[in-house]
Structures are given as C-alpha cells and as structure tokens.
C-alpha cells in the first residue's frame, strides 16, 4: 500500500553542520509531498511541501525536491542550528480526499 | 488567527474506562481530521470530516472508537471502551477543504491529547 519511509533516527550534530533526512514514498499516483515539523511540546507544524515533480519546497533555510525518478523527498539544510532541534516527518498527501501518510519521524538534536 | 484548539492536553484512565477529546478547529476550515500517533510512529489518520459529514472513517476502530462534527465546527472523538494499545496522541487537524483530485492545502494541527491507558 501507500508509505512513506524516512530514516532511522536520531540524528545529532553540531551546530553549523549540513543536515540531510532521507524520505522516500510509494509512487501511487502524483501525490503531494510534504515536511512536518514538531518542536518539543509543539504540534506539527508544516515546514514545507511540493506538489509536483522537479518542485522544490523550502522554509527557514530548509530544502526538499521532489524527485519523481528516485520517488524521493529528502530534507536539506545547509547549516543547522540549537533551534532546529525537533521531530522531522515526511508525509504524502493522496488520494481524492486528501489523506496524509506520515513516516515515522527523525528526531534532530543540534548540540552548541 | 487562533489555531486548532484540543482539549484536554493530558489524560490517564484504566483499561475500560471511556474518554472524550474535543477539538476546535480553524474558524473557516470545512475539513477536520483526527489522527493517532502511537510513540515512535508518524500519525495515522482515523477519521475524516467534510462539514458535518463523515468523509473517510476507513481506519477508525469502530467497535470502540466514535467521532462527531454535529454542526461541522468543533468535533469531538470517543473511545469506549479503551484498551492499553489506545495510548498515544490523538491530534486534530483542520484545512480550508479538501478538494477533488490531488488536493495541496495545508492542514493545520492542533497540540494533541496525549492519553494514557493503564
């Protein structure tokens, strides 16, 4: 079925280092991509999202293309900060009403 | 402009017992969602409304678990009765609509239940 897998995490790294969180999903159709973000006792927050091949979402320094040959939606940023500490998913949006599928999350921990 | 609203924050009941979650969502949204996210996972969608209309209620355990949006604004979910594997957070949603065919708008969430079943 439907499913979008994300790496295992979690992942720390020092501020100022490249980040990248692999997110992969099932081609059924031509889903929208989206990264949800969820800060420490925070709800999910949409950070950014792409709804056709070769788009390519970004926010606050952050950046995921939709790769329609490799069924990929990887999460990038250049230089991570303290700040960006927090649970990462991936989610495709599908189907006529719109459902969202979610990866497990990736937690970050970005230490000073 | 307020968001999804949820309430309670926090709930511990015994296996058994009933409980109750409220959500306000986005004044002018149509659709609202209700996730559960066990810990460890992303959510999983339970149900799906369209005003007060039920849109998809594929994954809702409907032996046990019920949802209204009487007057398609605020919604509420119920579990009776609970079981240990209900433990996790129960998250609403909200969005303008949802439209027909690869729909891109955004949903909002609310900060979630977290529930615990002892």
């Known amino acids: 079925g439907d499913s979008v897998t994300q790496m295992e995490g979690p992942v720390t790294l020092s501020e100022e280092a490249f980040l990248t969180i692999n997110c992969t999903y099932t081609?059924?159709?031509?889903?929208?991509l989206f990264w949800y973000v969820q800060y420490p006792g925070e709800g999910l927050q949409l950070l950014l999202k792409?709804?056709?091949?070769?788009d390519k979402g970004s926010n606050k320094g952050f950046e995921a293309t939709y790769r329609k040959e490799t069924t990929s939606f990887h999460l990038e940023k250049g230089s991570v900060q303290v700040s960006d500490s927090a649970v990462y998913f991936c989610?495709?949006?599908?189907?006529?009403?719109?459902?969202?599928?979610f990866g497990k999350g990736t937690l970050l921990t970005v230490n000073p | 402009e307020a968001g999804v609203a949820q309430s309670p924050r926090y709930k511990i009941i015994e296996k058994r017992q009933s409980v109750a979650f409220w959500c306000n969502p986005i004044?002018?949204?149509?659709?609202l969602y209700w996730y559960q996210q066990i810990l460890g996972q992303g959510p999983k969608l339970l149900i799906q409304?369209?005003?007060?209309?039920?849109?998809?209620d594929s994954q809702l355990p409907k032996d046990r678990f019920s949802a209204e949006r009487l007057k398609g604004v605020d919604s509420t979910l119920k579990i009776q009765p609970a079981k240990l594997e209900d433990s996790a957070v129960y998250l609403c949603?909200?969005?303008?609509?949802?439209?027909?065919?690869?729909?891109?708008?955004?949903?909002?969430f609310g900060p979630g239940t977290r529930l615990t079943v002892l």
């Open positions: 989610a495709r949006g599908w189907g006529s009403n719109y459902k969202l599928t």
């Open positions: 409304f369209q005003n007060n209309g039920v849109v998809d």
């Open positions: 792409a709804t056709k091949a070769d």
């Open positions: 081609a059924t159709g031509y889903p929208s």
């Open positions: 949603a909200s969005s303008l609509e949802a439209r027909i065919r690869n729909s891109t708008d955004t949903q909002y």
């Open positions: 004044s002018g949204h149509a659709t």
